[in-house]
Nanobody, 120 residues
């Protein structure tokens, strides 16, 4: 069973940056696409960014130009570089392996996530 461990969250002022990491363990294949999701208090979990095994990326409109997703297949790790953070980016961030369809389908179990809090 695949497990995901997210890290790198914290408290940052608006305009600041954070880099999230997601390590995967268990039976997972590097051919899987990966994704970052987030869930703000009282809201549904939303897709933030995806990256295929070949490195093709896609982003939610709300984070385009500010966030960058990347991956290290050898380490089974995915990253999310977040720049120019806004208070509305405050959420718990999760990662998962995904099937890129419409809609994108998460394939694994959810980890504990990492809290990102952006103060104004």
């Amino acid at each position: 069973q695949v497990q995901f461990v997210e890290s790198g969250g914290g408290l940052v002022q608006a305009g600041g940056s954070l880099r999230l990491s997601c390590a995967a363990s268990g039976s997972i294949f590097s051919i899987n696409a990966r994704a970052w999701y987030r869930q703000a208090p009282g809201k549904q979990r939303e897709l933030v960014a995806t990256i295929t095994s070949g490195g093709t990326t896609n982003y939610a409109d709300s984070v385009k130009g500010r966030f960058t997703i990347s991956r290290d297949n050898a380490k089974n790790t995915v990253y999310l570089q977040m720049n120019s953070l806004k208070p509305e980016d405050t959420a718990v961030y999760y990662c998962n392996a995904v099937m890129i369809t419409v809609p994108t389908i998460p394939l694994g179990s959810w980890g504990q996530g990492t809290q990102v809090t952006v103060s104004s």
